[in-house]
């Protein structure tokens, strides 16, 4: 069983990240923590406690930052033409869901969990990387305690999805997203690399709806709004990002990866680029220097990703 928590700013892929996280047999989720970013933190936890009741979800909600890592940071604005003005495709949510929230801060939560439960939690964390950053803060010896760290964030050979250079959950907070790449635990960055090529139809979504009942039914509503954005790059279909970072987590032979030292740019016109120093690779002093190396997926099975999401989605 992996033992999971799941850090996450839903967001419409970020909840059919979430009933994959817990409809998967090998997955224990024993946390979900929010943090901002497809929209405002009241708004974002507002949506897992909404999906937590809906779903039937067990595991305690943790809120999280409400701003970045370093204090007073320029922020951007939420993207509500992706994820709707409510963050989850605007489906008519109640502006408050009586689900009670963890007492704790998200970052007290995750330090929490990670040392009752020594070597065995994986951070599954599909959002700003804010929580992340400021667990590490707080209790730097987590690192010698959580077993992974998988994120979904960064673009490494491709270009960004914000600019350029960026990909949103790592240019929305890149002094945190530096800070988790270079702490000494093993992180896995499943970035647009892979997450462009995991794609799901409207059509196979409607589908999943008949078979899985009212959750997928919920699952299809929401994505609506999603899938309309993307349809202009994807055919009809909509970009499984977060999903596809829980994929690697049951199934990492799915993924081709490779290491080296990942540093986040803060400054400039690559703020929030994510650069990777490929391992046996010689360069002249750089800051990539001395620091843990950490493993990038530049490849996926793309089939056999979304076979697994499918057949996940409507398990009962
Ligand atoms: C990431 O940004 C958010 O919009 C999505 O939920 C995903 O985590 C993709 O760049
Ligand atoms: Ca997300």
């Known amino acids: 069983m992996h033992k999971v928590i799941f850090d996450t700013d839903p967001g419409v892929d970020d909840a059919m990240a979430l009933l994959f996280l817990a409809r998967h047999p090998e997955i224990d989720l024993i946390g979900i923590t929010t943090a901002f970013g497809n929209a405002s933190i009241e708004t974002t936890t507002r949506n897992a406690q909404y999906l937590k009741q809906q779903w039937g979800i067990s595991a305690p909600i943790a809120k999280g930052a409400a701003e970045q890592y370093e204090p007073g940071r320029a922020t951007h604005p939420f993207p509500a033409y992706i994820h709707g003005d409510d963050g989850l495709g605007n489906i008519g949510i109640p502006d408050v869901v009586d689900v009670p929230l963890d007492p704790r801060p998200a970052h007290q939560f995750i330090i929490d969990s990670i040392k009752a439960n020594p070597g065995e939690i994986v951070l599954v964390a599909v959002g700003r990387m804010t929580n992340l950053a400021n667990a590490l803060k707080a209790a730097p010896e987590i690192t010698g305690l959580v077993k992974e760290v998988i994120i979904m964030g960064g673009a490494i050979d491709v270009p960004g999805n914000v600019t350029p250079a960026a990909e949103a959950n790592i240019h929305g907070d890149p002094e945190a997203a530096d800070a988790v790449m270079i702490a000494p635990w093993k992180v896995v960055v499943v970035g647009l690399d892979v997450t462009l090529k995991t794609t799901m139809?409207?059509?196979?979504?409607?589908?999943l709806a008949r078979k899985g009942g009212k959750d997928v039914e919920l699952?299809?509503?929401?994505?609506?709004?999603?899938?309309?954005?993307?349809?202009?790059?994807?055919?009809?279909?909509?970009?499984?990002?977060d999903t596809c970072a829980c994929v690697y987590l049951v199934a990492r032979e799915l993924f081709t990866?490779?290491?080296?030292?990942?540093?986040?740019?803060?400054?400039?016109?690559?703020?929030?680029?994510?650069?990777?120093?490929?391992?046996?690779?010689?360069?002249?002093?750089?800051?990539?220097?001395?620091?843990?190396?950490?493993?990038?997926?530049?490849?996926?099975?793309?089939a056999g990703a979304m076979k697994l999401v499918e057949e996940t989605l409507v398990r009962q």
């Open 201 to 207: 139809t409207r059509q196979t979504m409607a589908a």
């Open 219 to 241: 699952l299809d509503r929401l994505s609506q709004f999603y899938i309309d954005f993307y349809k202009g790059q994807v055919r009809d279909s909509m970009v499984v990002h």
């Open 257 to 302: 990866t490779r290491s080296g030292v990942v540093r986040v740019l803060t400054t400039g016109i690559g703020e929030g680029m994510t650069v990777q120093k490929p391992d046996g690779m010689t360069f002249g002093t750089s800051q990539w220097d001395n620091l843990p190396s950490q493993l990038v997926c530049t490849d996926v099975d793309a």
